[in-house]
């Protein structure tokens, strides 16, 4: 297993090696890890291993900080 350090290295040296124009995408994705992290250790209640359920994604949406509505709606329009 890695340390921090090695982690950190080894993110940063992917990231570098992505194109230019993929690096929001990044950046987005790397804040909703952050938040579904932070959710399943503050409520792992609704986010256990035990199965996928529609309760439990409606319930670690409306605990989401960003608007994850916007968020897929402006991923559809990247598409188009």
């Known amino acids: 297993m890695l340390n ?13 090696a992505m194109p230019e124009e ?6 987005h994705l790397l804040a909703l890890f952050r938040e579904e992290l932070t ?6 209640e609704i986010s256990g291993d035990d199965g996928i359920s529609h309760e439990k994604t409606r319930k670690l949406l409306a605990t989401s900080k960003s608007n ?3 968020d897929i709606a402006e991923e559809r ?3 188009i």
């Open 68 to 70: 994850w509505a916007w």
């Open 4 to 16: 921090k350090a090695q982690y950190e290295k080894r993110i940063l040296n992917e990231v570098r």
């Open 22 to 27: 993929s690096l929001p995408t990044v950046v």
């Open 77 to 79: 329009e990247d598409r």
């Open 39 to 44: 959710v399943r250790h503050i409520a792992p």
